[in-house]
Nanobody, 115 residues
Framework: QVRLVESGGGLVQPGGSLRLSCATS????????MAWYRQAPGKQREVVAA???????DYADSVKGRFTISRANDKNTVYLQMNSLKPEDTAVYYC?????????WGQGTQVTVSS
């Protein structure tokens, strides 16, 4: 059974940091491209950061220099380090795994940036 379980979300003040984790099981993690998406209220889901199975990385322009994606293949886990958080980063953050037409999603974790 495929599972993607996000954790690490919460309430943080502007300028603060959070580290999201996505623990996975049930598929060959090291072969999959991994990504973090987010969806704010009333907006479409958007990709935030992506890391291929080979290690190449892309970020949305809005988070470049502030967010860092990483993966630990020995732990079947992908991370998103978020620094210098802004109120506009408030959203539900989702973990995504993809390999050809095999695509899996986590349930999401809420991140709220507010004073």
């Amino acid at each position: 059974q495929v599972r993607l379980v996000e954790s690490g979300g919460g309430l943080v003040q502007p300028g603060g940091s959070l580290r999201l984790s996505c623990a996975t099981s049930g598929f060959s993690f090291s072969a999959y491209n991994m990504a973090w998406y987010r969806q704010a209220p009333g907006k479409q889901r958007e990709v935030v950061a992506a890391m291929s199975h080979a290690g190449s990385i892309d970020y949305a322009d809005s988070v470049k220099g502030r967010f860092t994606i990483s993966r630990a293949n020995d732990k079947n886990t992908v991370y998103l380090q978020m620094n210098s958080l802004k109120p506009e980063d408030t959203a539900v953050y989702y973990c995504n795994a993809g390999w050809f037409d095999h695509v899996y999603w986590g349930q999401g974790t809420q991140v709220t940036v507010s004073s």
